[in-house]
């Protein structure tokens, strides 16, 4: 009885090519609309990426500033303010669309297992780039400005004159590698969904696990002690989240009691034996 009302539900090649186009205008549209949004108050979210800096610099005191050495550097840097806050901004739309898109090909069950994942994937980017801004960048720029020296005789101060486009690039470096890091468990519970992984092999490649972290934070963030060790500590915490997500999902599908029932049986059959 399923089979024809599947082959009724089933759409053309053309109506999902329209489909597809139809959603990825609401998503594109919703980004444009986000931007021009954003572009307006550019400065001010420049400012809020700024701000540790800032407040680390006006403690030291002085005439501080930021340059850019490039005529169109300023007018660029804005362009990529304002497109990373627009994508932050459009991304529950864009989101949506991508589920609604999907959705009608889905069954019921694999909804519901899909959906949740839409919904935290943003709450852990937004934690993610919390911390790399409230407390990993506060102590990455003290460490980088203590490298400044007073001038004495002979010798020239060494004095920080950021530019904007750098100090932007980097910022955005490190909430990105912040933010896409913490997508670690939601990866590896829907590795176990589909049986490419186990509670038991994540457990048993822990070691592994933390020199692959470290390297993968040596590479992800600036060489400073600070914003390395400040990513690889919470990658493991959420490994060992992921431990436990993944456990919870084998414990719904039944594969740890199975499991569990299978090396009674061999501890049983070792002892007869």
Not at 113 to 127: D, T
Not at 246 to 273: A, L, Y
Request: aromatic share 14%; charged share 15%.
């Amino acid at each position: 009885m399923q089979e024809p009302q599947a082959v009724e539900n089933t759409m053309p090649l053309m109506e999902h090519l329209i489909e597809l186009k139809n959603r990825l205008t609401v998503a594109v549209g919703a980004l444009f609309v986000a931007f021009l949004g954003c572009y307006y108050f550019a400065n001010e979210i420049y400012g809020f990426l700024v701000h540790p800096l800032a407040t680390i610099l006006s403690e030291l005191g002085g005439n501080r500033r930021m340059i850019y050495t490039a005529l169109h550097e300023a007018f660029f840097t804005q362009i990529k303010v304002s497109f990373f806050a627009a994508l932050f901004l459009a991304f529950p739309v864009i989101a949506t669309q991508f589920w609604k898109f999907l959705a009608p090909g889905l069954y019921k069950n694999e909804k519901a297992a899909l959906a949740p994942y839409l919904v935290l994937s943003p709450i852990l980017f937004a934690l993610g780039g919390a911390l790399v801004y409230y407390f990993i960048m506060p102590l990455a720029w003290k460490f980088f400005l203590s490298f400044e020296t007073l001038g004495t005789d002979g010798t020239l101060p060494i004095q920080l004159e950021a530019k904007v486009n750098e100090y932007l690039s980097l910022v955005m470096k490190l909430i990105f590698a912040f933010g896409i890091s913490f997508q670690l468990p939601l990866v590896l519970t829907l590795m176990a969904r589909i049986g490419a992984a186990t509670s038991r092999g994540l457990a048993a490649k822990r070691k592994y696990a933390v020199v692959v972290t470290f390297i993968a934070a040596a590479l992800m963030t600036p060489p400073d002690i600070i914003s390395q060790v400040g990513l690889a500590i919470p990658i493991l915490f959420l490994y060992e989240i992921s431990i436990i997500s993944v456990r919870s999902v084998e414990k719904k599908r039944g594969d740890i009691e199975d499991e569990e029932d299978d090396d009674e049986f061999e501890e049983t059959d070792f002892n007869m034996t």
